[in-house]
């Protein structure tokens, strides 16, 4: 079993930044894909990025490339994801997730945390 909870999330200006945190419980951190995700009010959860258990391989949506970061500290078993140049459709509530190193790293994920609101005024 793992549980995840997120952080991080706030209020902030068109343009700006925000680091989110996501914090596991559970021996498997380390061996497993970590992911972000992302609801709109109406719309469905997108994926966002993805990092391997290792950290060594990325994976961004279309959407955020370029903006966003994420890396993960196994030590402290922790997943992060750095915003920048944040829009107002960047607005959602962003969930961290926790899967298997196998298959795809853009669905199919086994573990969620409760969310988080990162809302972008303009």
Do not use: H
């Amino acid at each position: 079993q793992v549980q995840l909870v997120e952080s991080g999330g706030g209020l902030v200006q068109a343009g700006g930044s925000l680091r989110l945190s996501c914090a596991a419980s559970g021996r498997t951190f380390s061996s497993s894909v970590m992911g972000w995700f992302r609801q709109a009010p109406g719309k469905e959860r997108d994926f966002v990025a993805a990092i391997s258990a290792g950290g060594s391989s990325t994976y961004y949506a279309n959407s955020v490339k370029g903006r966003s970061t994420i890396s993960r500290d196994n030590a402290k078993n922790t997943v992060y994801l750095q915003m920048n140049v944040l829009k107002s459709e960047d607005t959602a509530v962003y969930y961290c997730a926790a899967k298997s190193s196998t298959g795809t790293v853009y669905s199919q994920y086994d573990y969620w945390g409760q969310g988080t609101q990162v809302t972008v005024s303009s």
